[in-house]
């Protein structure tokens, strides 16, 4: 699988943002979708993450009620829309996907990562 993030870039403070992540090289309605952030000198952070039909997903408390995740199997790909940033949103987003639902917020049972895309947010 190749996972391909795009959609991050320079916000201010309460702007909206949607991060995409494209993917190829495998049926895309078989995967678990993840998001996971990273600032320097941090462990990767869950985000959010997907099961394989958008049926059910699953939200950090951090960005509850401010982020969505939402997926096109049509389009293969998954979105994280970004409301009401924060300067501490600030970090570089990652797609992952996995094969399991219990693996959604463990950085090293998924077995597909993107490259990331950066966001940074100022106040």
């Known amino acids: 699988v190749q996972l391909q ?3 991050g870039g320079l916000a201010q403070a309460g702007d909206s943002l949607q991060l995409s992540c494209a993917a190829s090289g495998r049926t895309f309605s078989t995967l678990v979708m993840s998001w996971f952030r990273q ?4 462990e990767r952070e869950f ?3 997907t099961n394989w039909n958008g049926g059910s ?3 950090a408390d951090s960005v509850k009620g401010r982020f969505a995740i939402y997926r096109d199997n049509d389009k293969s790909a998954v979105y994280l829309q970004v409301n009401s940033v924060k300067p501490e949103d600030t970090a570089v987003y990652y797609c992952a996907a996995g094969l399991t639902w219990r693996d ?4 090293e049972e998924l077995h597909w990562w993107g490259q990331g895309t950066q966001v940074t ?3």
């Open 5 to 7: 993030a795009s959609g």
């Open 104 to 107: 959604r917020r463990t950085p």
């Open 47 to 49: 985000v959010a993450a």
């Open 39 to 42: 600032v320097p000198g941090k």
């Open 121 to 123: 947010v100022s106040s």
């Open 57 to 59: 997903f699953d939200l």
